[in-house]
């Protein structure tokens, strides 16, 4: 059982996934450039670091924390999510659903008050917070659990927000306008209040994949973690604070005032650019817990590939059978690193009648964050959309311009697209790379497709590995 970092640390150590550097090094530029080589080197089979020794700070540095994909796999192999979300996606009454059941088994235990393993900071100047790139505004908080609480419902979301620090008790909190933290501090803005904000850095695997999985509305993600665990959440509780998981190393209590906004960054983004200086939210700090052995865990993206571009690769292996199971003639689903995730999503699907390619590609912008895709190709089933090789010729030999590609002006993108003249508004383009059928207008004979005769090619491997 993996309870907290420390033991998913000594998980990493013994299957020989920790890099451990015990030389003095910097938490400005030097633990994040370190960190950014070691996932180029290995990609998808990284190794989490740990920094034990940052110039001024007593407290160790861990990176890269889900940089393998095959771990991600096994902790996660016992808990089919889709199988999950799919329950819960078609019940009609949630009440009699395995999903909701499994939920509602893992409902968090909260106790009250800070444990006595903790020990109060004064300032987050005591904490090795990363400055990742030589063009960041400052150091960033790069992988807080933000949790916050619903003035209306009194339901809790749970993120992941890059938070930048303007001085020791200040912070820019960057949640986007779609993103459940945005939604309750406008919650709180329209009742006129502050939100209460508790922030976890330095918790277990299943709490971070839970808070950046991205689960239908309504789902509680440390319920959610629970399940993925096999074991329910602790939390811990807060007179005035969202409860945070009792098994975080660092803990920080404040607030947003829904009135007060800062300029914010740049920083070194995971599309490959610094973004752009904005207004942001404010979070002021206002008490701070550390265990007495605390860790500081950070993340580190920049120009792909990066960790949360396995993070990212395993969410969406991870969902595909749900996506499959919404939109039945869709065969696999890719979203390739290097297209920073919502600027390109690649479908393969089995056409059963004509325009069902288009169909598939308007399914996917009704997806939750799916739905800001700048670009969706769609192949045949038969083109392996894994393989780059495949998809350019496919592209190049399988579409022609003005009746292939679709542009749809006027909708929602990622606020970190940066081609688009407007912040989160611009166009989107669909292009089917399908063969066409005559019932799709195509008046010619579509040429078959050149490949080894499948009854001979056992004897045929045998043989061309005796060539000499």
Request: charged share 25%; proline share 5%; hydrophobic share 35%.
């Amino acid at each position: 059982m993996i309870n907290n970092l420390r033991d998913y640390l000594e998980y990493l150590r013994k299957r020989h996934r920790l890099g451990v550097l015990s030389r003095k090094v910097s938490a400005e530029l030097e633990i994040a450039t370190i960190t950014d080589r070691e996932s180029r080197q290995h990609r998808s089979e990284g190794r989490s670091l740990l920094f034990d020794s940052v110039e001024g700070f007593d407290i160790p540095v861990a990176t890269n924390l889900m940089a393998s994909s095959s771990v991600l796999s096994d902790l996660f192999s016992g808990f089919n999510i889709a199988e999950f979300i799919g329950s819960m996606y078609h019940a009609k009454d949630v009440s009699m659903v395995k999903g909701a059941r499994m939920l509602i088994d893992s409902k968090p235990k909260v106790s009250q008050g800070i444990n006595r393993k903790y020990r109060r900071l004064s300032s987050l100047e005591e904490l090795p917070i990363l400055k990742s790139w030589p063009g960041d505004a400052g150091k960033f908080i790069t992988l807080p659990l933000v949790i916050t609480k619903s003035p209306r419902d009194g339901t809790n979301n749970v993120g992941i927000y890059r938070m930048q620090v303007f001085d020791g008790e200040t912070t820019g909190m960057h949640w986007q306008s779609q993103k459940g933290g945005a939604l309750h501090m406008l919650e709180a803005r329209d009742e006129n209040k502050a939100l209460k904000v508790s922030v976890s850095i330095g918790t277990d695997p299943y709490n971070t994949i839970a808070a950046v999985a991205p689960l239908p509305h309504g789902i509680n993600e440390f319920a959610f973690a629970g399940v993925a665990r096999g074991a329910r959440t602790d939390l811990s509780g807060h007179s005035e604070y969202p409860p945070a998981p009792s098994n975080s190393e660092i803990i920080i209590y404040g607030y947003v005032d829904p009135s007060e906004s800062k300029m914010e960054g740049p920083f070194g983004d995971h599309t490959g650019y610094y973004s752009i200086p904005e207004p942001s939210s404010v979070f002021h700090v206002e008490e701070i817990y550390a265990k007495d052995n605390a860790v500081y865990a950070a993340s580190v993206v920049g120009f792909p590939w990066s960790e949360d571009c396995v993070a990212g690769q395993f969410l969406m292996d991870y969902l595909r059978p749900l996506v499959k199971l919404i939109n039945g003639n869709i065969c696999d689903i890719f979203l390739p690193p290097e297209g920073a995730f919502t600027n390109m999503c690649l479908i393969s699907v089995k056409k059963r009648f004509p325009g069902d390619a288009k169909k598939a590609m308007f399914s996917i912008l009704g997806l939750g964050q799916l739905s800001l895709t700048k670009i969706i190709i769609a192949f045949d089933d038969d083109i392996d959309i894994r393989d780059l090789g495949r998809v350019m010729w496919a592209l190049s030999t399988r579409i022609d311009p003005e009746r292939d590609i679709q542009i749809i002006k006027g909708t929602s993108t990622d606020t970190l697209d940066h081609a688009s003249n407007l912040s989160g508004y611009g166009s989107k383009m669909l292009i089917d790379a399908t063969k066409k059928s005559a019932e799709e207008g195509y008046r010619r004979q579509w040429p078959g497709t050149i490949a080894p005769e499948p009854s001979i090619l056992d004897e045929v491997e045998r043989k061309w590995r005796q060539i000499k």
